[in-house]
């Protein structure tokens, strides 16, 4: 089967990178994308961990060598996902786990249409904006444009094949786990057609009686 990639988008502060790790740590054959970024690291962020960061002018060059399967500019910082991190997915047979936004999404839905997007949402806008104060790191400006944003990513659901409400963070991850297994087993399937299948499993049949 070939490797697909699962691109997981929500409001900022929703938790989908929480989401996204813990996926890849419950999970096998998943692979956690890590993105560039020109934003400053944030308290207890590690380089090549949490993001590859790396300053704008380096960013745009990474944009000419044509080295970002998306990027897009969010609040004044650019976000991109390297190509090597699909190919490498793809060297060992991983799935892709993809932490990104709604355009970064499109853009990887346009470069490969086989990819799962799922968007998860926050309990309540009232929840995100708390989710987003308790992180202490911006300020009322900052936080009601991301609450603006969220409005506008809010409209573009129907873009989405899942929506998942992240309301307990172990309940969203055994249901996009089980979207993710579901996906696998259908393509799967798709790979082997049908009457080969029946064919193989007549066999194995077979074999048993002997």
Not at 6 to 31: D, E, H, M
Not at 136 to 154: G, I, K, Y
Not at 162 to 178: F, K, P, Q
Request: glycine share 6%; hydrophobic share 40%.
């Amino acid at each position: 089967m070939k490797s697909f990639a699962v691109a997981i988008c929500a409001p900022s502060g929703t938790g989908k990178t929480t989401v996204a790790r813990a996926l890849v740590q419950g999970g096998t054959g998943l692979l956690f994308s890590v993105s560039a970024t020109t934003r400053p690291a944030r308290a207890g962020e590690q380089p090549g961990v949490d993001y590859h960061f790396v300053g704008r002018d380096e960013f745009e060059a990474m944009i000419e060598r044509g080295e970002l399967l998306e990027w897009a500019e969010v609040h004044g910082e650019l976000y991109g996902t390297p190509r090597a991190n699909l190919e490498r997915a793809e060297r060992q047979g991983e799935l892709l786990i993809l932490d990104i936004d709604v355009q970064g999404a499109q853009q990887v839905v346009t470069a490969r249409p086989d990819t799962v997007t799922i968007f998860l949402l926050p309990p309540s806008l009232g929840a995100l904006l708390e989710r987003l104060r308790n992180r202490e790191s911006e300020d009322e400006v900052r936080l009601r444009q991301r609450l603006e944003t969220a409005q506008r990513e809010l409209e573009r659901l129907d873009a989405f094949e899942y929506v998942v409400v992240n309301d307990r963070l172990e309940e969203t991850v055994a249901r996009v786990s089980s979207i993710i297994v579901a996906e696998r087993q259908r393509r799967e399937r798709q790979a082997e057609p049908l009457a080969a299948l029946r064919r193989r499993l007549q066999e194995d049949l077979e074999r048993e009686r002997r």
